[in-house]
């Protein structure tokens, strides 16, 4: 398909930044799917954009996450934070703890962890300014496998914080057979409504 011609790496499409604004039925939608907006080849004016749209499109919810927390909060007092914007950082390992500071200072009305690929134990997660917990293992070819210990630590951390937790997958190289359920049940919690995930 001609838009993924060059791979993973950083490609623009400011024509369907629009796209949003044509979807009547409000839906949660998950904003750079395969990459990052806060990645540094991305310019400063096109996250301007991307945010005025969101902005515009107040009627749909926009999940943003990043691994670049410092760039986020670079830009988090210039940019528009409309309350249906989330922001969350990945968190992989305790090493990167350091990220949920940088996202504690954004003026997000929904903050966010993604713990996937949750890669290790997470001890004592900074939870005081985190408004939804997301948890899942890593998948495909060569996947290091997910603890349960882990999750059980992490879900007993966010009951006791009272945030919201959604365990997303085991994973591993057979992802859809090791399935989703902790504790004999799965764990769907959002902060707010559930609403129809498109992927841009």
Request: charged share 20%.
């Amino acid at each position: 398909m001609q838009r993924y011609r060059n791979g993973f790496d950083v490609t623009l499409q400011p024509d369907t930044l629009v796209l949003p604004l044509s979807w009547r039925s409000p839906k949660l939608i998950f904003v750079n799917s395969m990459s990052d907006l806060f990645h540094a080849d991305v310019p400063d004016e096109y996250i301007h954009r991307v945010f005025e749209v969101m902005s515009k499109a107040y009627w749909h919810t926009f999940q943003v996450l990043t691994k670049r927390a410092d760039r986020l909060q670079q830009l988090a007092a210039k940019l528009r934070w409309p309350s249906n914007v989330w922001m969350g950082v990945s968190v992989e390992t305790e090493k990167y703890f350091w990220r949920i500071d940088r996202l504690a200072t954004v003026p997000a009305a929904v903050r966010f962890l993604s713990l996937e690929p949750l890669l290790g134990p997470l001890s004592n997660i900074p939870l005081n300014s985190i408004h939804w917990v997301i948890v899942g293992g890593e998948s495909g070819p060569g996947a290091r496998p997910m603890q349960r210990e882990w999750v059980t630590s992490i879900r007993a951390q966010c009951r006791r914080a009272q945030v919201p937790f959604f365990f997303k997958q085991w994973g591993g190289v057979r992802k859809k057979k090791n399935g989703r359920l902790l504790n004999g049940r799965t764990y769907d919690a959002l902060p707010v409504a559930r609403r129809t995930i498109v992927h841009v």
